[in-house]
């Protein structure tokens, strides 16, 4: 009797384990598929390249924008109307 109570404790301790194991790959395999995309990110970032063009969207645009308003010296008109005429027709 106590053989069986202590084969059936075994068998449970043996369940978790290789559960808790089986759980712990599951995880370990899917942060080792975005190891190389967090990788080539990292060395993206740190590219002389990107912080060029990081730099000069953050800084020189900014300037430009103020140099060359663009829209905003643009009269603001006021439609009446509607811009856009449906035309019916009959069929």
Known sequence: MTINIVALVLSAVALGISTW???RQAL???RATHLPAYLGMLSEFRSREFNDHYLYVCEKLSILSLVFPGFRIMPE???TTSPITIRSSQV
């Open 21 to 23: 194991l089986a759980v």
């Open 28 to 30: 370990q395999q899917k």
């Open 77 to 79: 008109k006021r439609f």
